[in-house]
């Protein structure tokens, strides 16, 4: 996930229920930055413009 989280997201994100299932991105965004990440390893993959 890109950009910048809401607290309300922030506060989701820690419920025991949704760890591992988002990977923030951060909010300085390119074309080169990955589409994926593994929620069992953390590799990061694939590639986000190809995803749009």
Excluded: Q, T, V, W
Excluded at 12 to 41: Q, T, V
């Amino acid at each position: 996930m890109y950009g910048y989280p809401s607290s309300e997201f922030l506060d989701k994100l820690k419920k025991e229920e949704n760890k591992g299932k988002y990977e923030l991105g951060g909010c300085c965004i390119s074309n080169d930055d990955p589409a994926f990440s593994c929620n069992d390893c953390g590799y990061l993959f694939g590639n986000r413009e190809d995803e749009e």
